[in-house]
């Protein structure tokens, strides 16, 4: 059955939010001889993206300085990363992300990946016009001319922001299934192509069905189906796309422990994801990363990060009692 389920980010509006007092709080801490980052922690992990936006616009005013320069001038490491990113609005931050991720030295397909599979319309469309505002080019063109093969493709079908909204059709659901289950025997150019449109571009009402009646055809779960044809980049592309369509507190969950994990703490994913789902589903991700796990998250960034750093992820991951 398809599930609305209610989400909950960690961090909400502060009450009673005065921005030019916490202004003037962090010019104090910035501008003291060494830098006071409790007071930093204090303030930017328990206001909202719009309040901090707001704190930078009166820090402006206060100082005539931007507040992420100056953040960046006096903090260093992982650190800084976290607290620069809570800085950026959820576009900017995702369009940021993407950029080093495509203009680095290495591509970064898991960041393209995370990001681009787990996007709505709206977000995707967003994100491509914060991605023109910053860099003075096109997301899509980007996308082209760093990644290839159907892995491009796919990650082009994606960044267009196509995908049907709340459409379902029980007919049709059977044939796009049984069009799955022959790009997983025949592996062709054409059927991986057609694999990618319909994940691509069918709502997330109607895949559920598709996949429902992937696993009557083959007797097989889509996942493991595509993980057995495909492999490298596409194959995890494809996997991003189906878990976030079932769930996506679930998927991020699975991210977070394998960068924590898998990487020896992967810090650039754990902060990516940290930050971009804070007002978003984070409880919920905590939630699913319990249930999956058994540790809690909050017990697994204690026990990797340290210092400032933990303290700041810590309190955005806002842990309940019983995870310490």
């Given at each position: 059955?398809?599930l ?6 960690t961090?909400?509006?502060?009450p ?7 202004a ?11 830098c006071e ?10 206001r909202?993206?719009?309040?901090r ?6 820090y402006?005013?206060m100082?005539g300085r ?9 903090l260093?490491?992982?650190f800084?990363?976290?607290?620069v ?6 576009a900017?931050?995702?369009a940021h ?9 290495d591509t970064?397909?898991?960041?393209l990946?995370d990001?681009?599979a787990s ?5 995707i469309?967003?994100?491509k016009e ?5 860099y003075?080019t096109?997301l ?12 491009r493709d ?9 995908r ?6 029980p007919s049709?659901a059977?044939q796009?299934a049984?069009?799955l289950w ?7 150019g054409?059927?991986?192509?057609m ?5 691509c571009?069918r709502?997330?009402?109607?895949l559920w ?11 097989q779960d889509?996942?493991?189906a595509i ?6 980049y596409?194959?995890?592309?494809l996997?991003?796309?189906v878990?976030?369509i ?7 969950a ?6 924590i994990?898998?990487f020896?703490?992967?810090?650039k994913?754990?902060i ?5 789902r804070s ?5 919920n ?8 796990y058994g540790?809690?998250?909050f017990?697994?960034?204690k026990h990797?990060?340290s210092g400032h ?6 309190a955005?991951?806002?842990?309940d009692?019983?995870d310490y």
């Open positions: 059955c398809f609305l389920q209610q989400t909950q980010g961090i909400f509006p502060a009673n939010f005065n921005p030019i007092m916490d003037q709080l962090l010019g104090g801490a910035l501008q003291g001889i060494s980052k409790d007071v930093l922690i204090d303030i930017l992990t328990q909202c993206n719009s309040q936006l707001m704190i930078a616009e009166a402006r005013d100082y931007d507040l992420i320069t100056d953040l960046k001038e006096n260093s490491h992982h800084k990363e976290v607290m990113g809570l800085m950026y609005p959820p900017s931050y995702d992300e993407l950029w080093h991720a495509l203009k680095g030295v970064e397909e898991k960041c990946i990001i681009l996007r709505s319309n709206m977000e469309f967003q994100m914060a991605y023109l505002m910053q003075n096109d899509q063109q980007d996308i082209d001319s760093e990644t290839s093969g159907h892995f796919t990650l082009m079908n994606l960044a267009q922001g196509t049907m909204e709340g459409y379902a059709d049709t059977a796009d049984m069009i022959e790009a997983c025997q025949q592996k062709t054409e059927h991986k192509n694999l990618q449109m319909i994940l571009n709502s997330h009402q109607q069905m598709v996949f429902q009646e992937f696993q009557n055809i083959s007797g889509i996942v493991d993980s057995e044809c495909y492999d490298g596409f194959q995890e592309l996997v991003a796309i878990l976030c079932r769930d996506k507190p679930s998927y991020f699975y991210r977070l422990y394998n960068a994990h898998d020896g703490f992967h810090n994913t754990v990516r994801i940290l930050i971009a007002e978003i589903d984070l409880i991700i905590r939630q699913r990363y319990k249930e999956r540790k809690s998250l017990h697994d960034i990797f990060a750093y933990e303290r700041a992820l810590l955005i991951c806002a842990g009692a019983e």
